[in-house]
């Protein structure tokens, strides 16, 4: 008498492709909202943008002129990008200026009233960036090193309490082995604050320092800015 093993039926193995795109679905690291602010005072014709070493900024002007700056009230241009968790991007400020020479010869005898690339189109929403390759072109890099933003880690995010915020102490580049103990801190004002909002949206917010000017009948820097030396 034959005796017959029966196999159960298997259920079907994924395919190693596959597998490793699950796997790297389910490793994507969560997206942090960062909003860089810097206070700076330009000329009419004159916007910030922002160049960096990650994906959505870049080095070169078409990705510099893609993350544009909005000027508000007090000469404090911001933006606001969205980061992986954990990620570290080197960044600078580049002053952009509009050319004569992009003007289109009937633009003068219309009249320009609304710059849309200095104040954006609309309250709080970024200026029109086929106006900003078109007519600007870069005239001046912040000075100095680059400017680190460290992106909260996936544990930092966990471990922040929704609602509250914290203050961090901002990534710097550290000081060259050549430059005088004496020389000014490019770094002094900067500062961040973290908070997980109650929708359980992480937000870093991140304050620059490039330039300063006093007030009316102030006549001194604040403490922390004292013996820092700008072109504006």
């Known amino acids: ?30 997206l942090v909202r960062v909003r860089l ?7 009419s014709r004159q916007m910030l943008c922002i160049g960096g070493s990650q994906m959505p900024f870049g080095w070169s002007f078409l990705s510099i002129a893609k993350v544009p700056m909005t000027w508000t009230a007090g000469d404090v241009w911001r933006t606001e990008v969205l980061l992986p968790a ?3 991007v080197e960044y600078k400020y580049v002053i952009l200026e509009e050319q004569d020479w992009t003007k289109l010869e009937n633009e003068d005898a219309e009249g320009i009233v609304e710059v849309t690339y200095r104040s954006g189109s609309e309250p709080g929403e970024p200026p029109d960036v086929t106006v900003i390759q078109k007519q600007m072109a870069i005239v001046a890099w912040q000075p100095g090193p680059n400017r680190i933003v460290q992106v909260p880690t996936e544990e930092e995010i966990t ?20 430059e005088p103990p004496s020389a000014p801190d490019p770094f002094a004002g900067t500062s961040e604050t973290f908070t997980v909002t109650g929708e359980g ?7 620059d320092v490039w330039g300063w000017s006093p007030s009316k009948g102030e006549s001194t820097r604040p403490p922390n800015m004292r013996g820092l030396r700008f072109d504006n």
């Open 1 to 30: 008498m034959r005796t017959v093993l029966r196999v159960p039926p298997q259920p079907p193995q994924q395919q190693p492709l596959e597998w490793e795109r699950e796997r790297g679905r389910e490793k994507k690291p969560r």
């Open 37 to 43: 602010s810097v206070h700076y005072r330009v000329h």
């Open 86 to 88: 954990g990620q570290r």
């Open 159 to 178: 471990a922040a309490q929704p609602g509250k915020v914290v203050d961090r102490v901002p990534a710097r580049a550290p000081r060259s082995a050549f």
């Open 201 to 207: 949206e992480p937000f870093l917010d991140r304050h």
